[in-house]
């Protein structure tokens, strides 16, 4: 399978989507935005390393 190089803006915009997705989950679960904000980040910032790396693999 090819994969091709993604730009740090792309990438950028996906993580940007998959904080807002996280969001919306933990808001709909009950929690407030001053609560949900630093969960999804935490969630955001776990999973940020390895997909990183998934992305620039050649």
């Known amino acids: 399978m090819f994969w091709r190089k993604r730009k740090p803006a792309d990438f950028g915009d996906e993580m940007e989507a998959h904080l807002q997705l996280e969001l919306d989950r933990l ?29 620039h693999v050649a």
Not at 32 to 48: N, T, V, Y
């Open 27 to 55: 808001r709909n679960d009950g929690l407030s935005e001053e609560d949900a904000r630093p969960a999804a980040e935490k969630c955001r910032l776990a999973g940020a390393g390895s997909a990183w790396r998934s992305a």
